[in-house]
């Protein structure tokens, strides 16, 4: 077992910054990928960003040149999110992916609310 825990969402002008830390505990030793994913009211959850143990990144289209995701060890993945905008509020998810043997197992955080006023 994985547990996540998020901190750092709160209220931002647009324009303005904020960092998202995700610290994951238990069974980190065979966390393979780790990532953010948001959900905007009444859309799904959609990718924003994600690392793997290799240090590969992806992000989504939206969010490039912006945001930038880093691990710091196994056990914590940070979201720098730089001229944040309007259409970035939601609820930003942390999730790792836990690969053993041949089973592969999904984790969430419990969210953390992130607002752009404009």
């Known amino acids: 077992q994985v547990q996540l825990v998020e901190s750092g969402g709160g209220l931002v002008q647009a324009g303005g910054s904020l960092t998202l830390s995700c610290a994951a505990s238990?069974?980190?030793?065979?966390?393979?990928?780790m990532g953010w994913y948001g959900q905007a009211p009444g859309r799904q959850r959609e990718l924003v960003a994600l690392?793997?143990?290799?240090?590969?990144t992806n992000y989504a289209d939206s969010v490039k040149g912006r945001f930038t995701i880093s691990r710091d060890n196994e056990n914590t993945v940070k979201l720098q999110m730089n001229t944040l905008k309007p259409e970035d509020t939601a609820v930003y998810y942390c999730?790792?992916?836990?690969?053993?043997?041949?089973?592969?197992?999904?984790?969430w955080g419990q969210g953390t609310q992130v607002t752009v006023s404009s």
């Open positions: 999730n790792a992916v836990e690969v053993t043997g041949l089973r592969l197992y999904d984790y």
């Open positions: 690392i793997t143990s290799d240090g590969l």
């Open positions: 238990g069974r980190v030793f065979n966390i393979k990928r």
